[in-house]
């Protein structure tokens, strides 16, 4: 399986962009997809993730109320919706699949929030 993030930008504080993290494989609904961020200079950081058994989702403290993460099973796509966006939410953001021990990673997608 493929996976190819798309959807970032430059956006103003407060304002939002919507992340889709798109799959190659018919299987995608067995995948628990997780979208992580990583600035410069720092580490990876988990922002959010849907479960594949029940779309469980779970959330960064730092995102909670913010950021929501969807699955459209139809499209074979995971969105994130990123709602009153940060200067801190700056990073390149990717999207990772796992299945069993298998994870596989996005190219990632720039996400730049000015102040």
């Known amino acids: 399986v493929q996976l190819v993030e798309s959807g970032g930008g430059l956006v103003q504080a407060g304002g939002s962009l919507r992340l889709s993290c798109a799959a190659s494989t018919s299987t995608f609904d067995d995948y628990t997809i997780g979208w992580f961020r990583q600035a410069p200079g720092k580490e990876r950081e988990g922002v959010s993730c849907i479960v594949s058994t029940d779309n469980t989702t779970y959330y960064a403290d730092s995102v909670k109320g913010r950021f929501t993460i969807s699955r459209d099973s139809a499209k074979n796509i995971v969105y994130l919706q990123m709602n009153d966006l940060k200067p801190e939410d700056t990073a390149v953001y990717y999207c990772?699949?796992?299945?069993?021990?298998?994870?596989?990673w996005g190219q990632g997608t720039q996400v730049t929030v000015s102040s």
């Open positions: 990772a699949g796992g299945i069993g021990s298998r994870v596989v």
